[in-house]
């Protein structure tokens, strides 16, 4: 369907093939939230960017958040190039990959090829390059909210 929400509709949109899926919700007022990213065989971009292009979303102003549950590569394969399409989405992930242990693994992915064709390591540094990009005046690059159970911490 090439129809978007009305302002007044909430809409949750679940994509993928049974193992990564990707959600995406429209809150309201064309307002968009997309929920980890995956790819549709034989396609070289996030399905979440495919489908809010079809709807004649601008990704640069309309997602106003994405959210990385975990760093599987079946959750976040795309990621990167979702948060460049979404230039000024904020960014969630999991307070659990603070930890100084999977930072220096990020850190090292381009010395350590964890697995044969891709790695959410490598997906992840590459997700935190493209913020580092962003202007975020006087606060540290990275994610703009670490969610851990009772919230989220800046």
């Known amino acids: 369907m090439n129809t978007p929400p009305s302002a007044n509709e909430f809409e949750l949109s679940l994509f993928g093939p049974g193992v990564g899926e ?6 309201g007022d064309g ?9 549709t065989a034989g396609r070289d971009g996030p399905v979440a960017a495919e489908y809010l292009e079809k709807l004649g979303v601008d990704l640069s102003k309309g997602v106003k958040l994405v959210v990385a549950t ?15 399409q979404c230039a000024s989405a904020k ?10 242990e999977f930072l220096a693994l990020v850190a090292g992915h381009q010395y350590t090829k964890l697995v044969e064709h891709s790695s959410g390591v490598s997906e992840f540094a590459e997700s935190l390059a493209v913020l580092d990009q962003r202007v975020h005046g006087s ?3 990275g994610p703009d909210f670490w969610a851990g159970e009772g919230g989220c911490s800046a």
Do not use: P, Y
């Open 91 to 100: 960014f969630a992930c999991s307070g659990a990959l603070r930890c100084q």
């Open 139 to 141: 606060r540290r690059s």
């Open 70 to 84: 975990h760093w599987h590569d079946d959750h976040i394969e795309g990621l990167a190039a979702l948060l460049r």
């Open 22 to 27: 990707c959600v995406v919700l429209h809150l």
């Open 31 to 39: 307002t968009w939230v997309v929920v980890d990213s995956c790819f």
